[in-house]
T-cell receptor
Framework: SQQGEEDPQALSIQEGENATMNCSYK?????LQWYRQNSGRGLVHLIL?????REKHSGRLRVTLDTSKKSSSLLITASRAADTASYFC????????????FGKGTMLLVSP | DVKVTQSSRYLVKRTGEKVFLECVQD?????MFWYRQDPGLGLRLIYF???????EKGDIPEGYSVSREKKERFSLILESASTNQTSMYLC???????????FGPGTRLLVL
């Protein structure tokens, strides 16, 4: 069953603009992760935020987590054409014995 | 750097053939995973393994089996390939069940 759901499904912006993607989930989590996938390739881990953290930064990436709303956002600042990819959130539920559950992704297109 | 390799990038098989997809990781990870990725459906977990010779079903195990004889190698087997198994197959490994997963480049399988 799908846990995280990304929004929007697709996003098109110009280079230099900021891109914001959101992820909502249903059950309580231990952590939430964001991954990037370039066309036809494997996923690459971007950032992990734990349930007791509210915000995390990595380079041009900023992730927030609101456990009361069961949602997270990924902000990419000053986007570049090379950021064009699909972005997935993945959640680790804290109920029982479970692995990560991935959402369906947001497809980001950054035009030069 | 963690490296996860998959035996083939592209594979074309006939219906009814037995298909082996192999995955090797070089970071001594306990956990290994097989996903399939289809447009509009995101990543779906087929099987995972948390130790040598141990395996657990994921969300969509039907039509697949797995083998883990050595810690670094996790094989996905399609006993009798069918056209609805045409997909992108992704292997991943991690230290903990819900920790960062490291993905291979993927195998795009076409079953004719």
């Amino acid at each position: 069953s799908q846990q995280g759901e990304e929004d929007p499904q697709a996003l098109s912006i110009q280079e230099g603009e900021n891109a914001t993607m959101n992820c909502s989930y249903k059950t309580s989590i231990n952590n939430l992760q964001w991954y990037r996938q370039n066309s036809g390739r494997g996923l690459v881990h971007l950032i992990l935020i734990r349930s007791n953290e509210r915000e995390k930064h990595s380079g041009r990436l900023r992730v927030t987590l609101d456990t009361s709303k069961k949602s997270s956002s990924l902000l990419i600042t000053a986007s570049r054409a090379a950021d064009t990819a699909s972005y997935f959130c993945a959640t680790g539920s804290n109920s029982g014995y479970s692995t990560l559950t991935f959402g369906k992704g947001t497809m980001l297109l950054v035009s030069p | 750097d963690v490296k996860v390799t998959q035996s083939s990038r592209y594979l074309v098989k006939r219906t009814g053939e037995k298909v082996f997809l192999e995955c090797v990781q070089d970071m001594d990870h306990e956990n290994m995973f097989w996903y399939r990725q289809d447009p509009g459906l995101g990543l779906r977990l087929i099987y995972f393994s948390y130790d040598v010779k141990m395996k657990e079903k994921g969300d969509i195990p039907e039509g697949y089996s797995v083998s883990r004889e050595k810690k670094e190698r996790f094989s996905l087997i399609l006993e009798s390939a069918s056209t609805n198994q045409t997909s992108m197959y992704l292997c991943a490994s991690s230290y903990g069940f819900q920790e960062t997963q490291y993905f291979g480049p993927g195998t795009r399988l076409l079953v004719l």
